[in-house]
């Protein structure tokens, strides 16, 4: 028996969130008395790999088949699948992002198993197995029971935290059978924003709403944003009206964030952006409308107008980075 | 081609969440039900695709899994401009149930196209577009931003972090849906509520299934302690916060 960790790479380097998910399977495999295999696919060195032993892989998996150098969901799920089988793994974890959401229903129906998808935490019981996640945009939480022997889960980014447990890992090359006839999608092009923070992948967040009053005044937003090492973000009106581009768009039918620190500007905090951000550690609101709902999941506010207050939150952090 | 779209029927995004029976059942007195947001913007570019190439796309469909309650919903998608309709007469437990029931549709009718949103806004499965598709072992293209077609392939854009990758496939395939497939859901006109009322919406009973997955009950986030307001002649102390007692700068 094992637990198995769909342990993702970008460009061959993993992120925090591959560390995040073997951390938590960490934990799983203490309070269940066994052990972490990580499963690999693509192009990725062996210092890299070695890593996953440092958040508590024992074992990994490498696929290296270079057709599967690009997401295709089928053959990712015929790889996953064979290694659970291999394993014996009897929970598959993935993380709750865009490749987490198209393989693991896929690998689901593959082993029969049940899925607890945009899981925030260990199970809160083993029998029966029950879990916490999101439901209702991140209006409601649920308690699920997974019954079937197999269980996949989805973890939501930031949900548990990264924990180093160092062990070896022990690196096993490992080629599944799969024929060139399951390949179905090619990939044409592929066009990538290189050299900025990416929104799912940052720790701070400033981002600007209708208040901010036009695409002129986002200076002060990207410029905070660089001094912070922060991404930058907006609300849907901003991106509609084409002030910012649709990537930053954060909300429950944009991107859905977690990052420690979330600055909204001029966001009046409607249910569906806070959807988005709500689970953000730590959110500031600047809002010139004390009633503004935003207030009510922000944990540090001034009511006031963003334009004169940016700049003064510029100058203070320079000189809080200066000391 | 013929298109399929799958629709689900949740509570408006603005519904205030609540729990009945000890937080076993949610409460839909007084909620307002509408075509999940992903789904209306796929049956939105599923109509773009038959005026764009008629000749090509012959028929669109919805498909649900409700109760008769979801039919003004389903009413609505064919308002839109559906074709025509089928609902699966089922209260839909979780995500494998719902999956189960739209392969058995798609067994005993051919559908060239099959779209679903990324995740419907109720329960958050994000994961029956996934399961479908490994259930007719059909191809399936996530986070997918764009669709049109091409001769007899499909050309798609799918989001990846950081940008896009642009994706040639050939039906029949299931799309899984987000923001940007369409740019706003069309609104029914007059004529296109008038034309609903006599589409075809036939129902089908539901094949049975073990469900894998149970959701015994619901709790409410951990309200946030209230906020801390700073005077905003003094964003220094802001900063004082942040860095001290928040400790996130
Ligand atoms: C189905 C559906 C899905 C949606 N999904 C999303 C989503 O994913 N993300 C999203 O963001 N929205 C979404 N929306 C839209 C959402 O309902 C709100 O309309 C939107 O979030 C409002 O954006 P805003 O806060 O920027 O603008 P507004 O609501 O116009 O708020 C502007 C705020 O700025 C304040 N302000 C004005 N001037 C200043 C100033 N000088 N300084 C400081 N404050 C100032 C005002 O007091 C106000 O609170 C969705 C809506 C629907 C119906
Ligand atoms: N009851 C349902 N009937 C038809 N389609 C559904 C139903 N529930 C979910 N779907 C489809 O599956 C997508 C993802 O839903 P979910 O996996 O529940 O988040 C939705 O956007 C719909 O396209």
Not at chain 1, 122 to 140: C, D, G, R
Not at chain 2, 40 to 56: M, S, V
Request: net charge negative; with cysteine.
């Amino acid at each position: 028996m094992s637990i198995l960790v769909f342990a993702e790479n970008w460009d061959g380097k993993f992120k925090k969130q591959t560390f995040e998910l073997i951390s938590y399977a960490h934990a799983l495999s203490k309070s269940m008395n066994t052990t972490v295999s990580a499963i690999s696919i693509g192009k990725v060195d062996d210092e890299e790999l070695n890593k996953l032993g440092t958040y508590g892989a024992s074992k990994v998996l490498n696929v290296t088949d270079c057709r599967l150098y690009t997401l295709d969901n089928k053959t990712f799920t015929m790889a996953i699948a064979q290694a659970a089988a291999k394993e014996n793994s009897k929970i598959i974890v993935f993380a709750q992002n865009n490749t987490g959401k198209a393989i693991a229903p896929r690998v689901s129906i593959r082993l029969k198993a049940g899925l607890a998808s945009g899981v925030i935490g260990l199970p809160t019981s083993y029998e029966p197995f029950t879990i916490v996640k999101k439901t209702y945009t991140s209006k409601a939480l649920a308690n699920v029971i997974v019954k079937s022997d197999v269980k996949i889960i989805t973890l939501s980014q930031n949900a548990y935290g990264i924990v180093e447990n160092p062990t070896t890992a022990n690196i096993e090359h490992f080629s599944p059978e799969i024929a060139d006839t399951d390949i179905k999608t090619t990939v044409i092009e592929v066009n990538k924003i290189t050299g900025k923070i990416l929104l799912n992948d940052a720790e701070i967040v400033v981002s600007g709403g209708r208040g901010m009053k036009g695409p002129e005044n986002w200076g002060g937003i990207e410029e905070l944003a660089q001094i912070l090492g922060a991404a930058t973000a907006c609300s849907r009106p901003v991106s509609d009206e084409g002030w910012r581009t649709h990537e930053e768009h954060t909300g429950q039918t944009g991107k859905i964030i977690a990052p420690n620190l979330y600055f909204a500007f001029g966001i009046s905090g409607a249910i569906q952006h806070l959807g988005g951000i709500s689970s953000s550690k730590c959110i500031v609101a600047v809002n010139k409308d004390p009633d503004a709902p935003i207030f009510e999941a922000a944990d540090y506010g001034i009511v006031g107008d963003a334009l004169k207050v940016i700049p003064e939150l510029i100058a203070a952090i320079k000189e809080l980075k200066a000391n | 081609m013929k298109i399929l779209v799958c629709i689900s029927n949740v509570p408006d995004t603005t519904t205030k969440i609540k729990f009945l029976n000890n937080n076993t059942t949610f409460d839909s007195a007084g909620v307002q039900w509408i075509i999940n947001p992903w789904d209306e913007l796929a049956l939105t570019r599923a109509i773009e695709l038959k005026e764009a190439h008629a000749g090509a796309v012959s028929e669109i469909t919805v498909v649900n899994v409700g109760l008769p309650t979801t039919e003004p919903t389903i009413r609505k998608a064919l308002a839109i401009g559906a074709d025509k309709a089928i609902r699966v007469n089922l209260d839909p437990k979780d995500a494998y149930t719902v999956a189960l029931q739209l392969s058995e549709i798609i067994k005993k009718d051919s559908f060239d196209i099959i779209l679903c949103g990324i995740e419907s806004s109720d329960y958050n499965g994000t994961s029956v577009g996934g399961m479908l598709s490994e259930l007719l072992d059909f191809p399936s293209v996530s986070a997918v931003s764009f669709i049109d077609i091409e001769g007899d392939q499909l050309k798609l854009k799918r989001e990846i972090d950081g940008g896009q990758e642009i994706i040639g496939i050939s039906t029949p395939f299931i799309g899984i849906v987000q923001k940007g497939i369409a740019k706003d859901a069309r609104i029914p006109n007059m004529r296109g509520i008038m034309m609903a009322k006599t589409k075809p919406l036939q129902v089908v009973e539901p094949v049975s299934a073990d469900l894998y997955t149970d959701f015994v009950s619901f709790d409410y986030p951990k309200a946030k302690a209230s906020c801390k307001k700073v005077d905003p002649d003094n964003v220094k102390e802001l900063v004082n916060l942040l860095h001290n007692e928040a400790k996130v700068i």
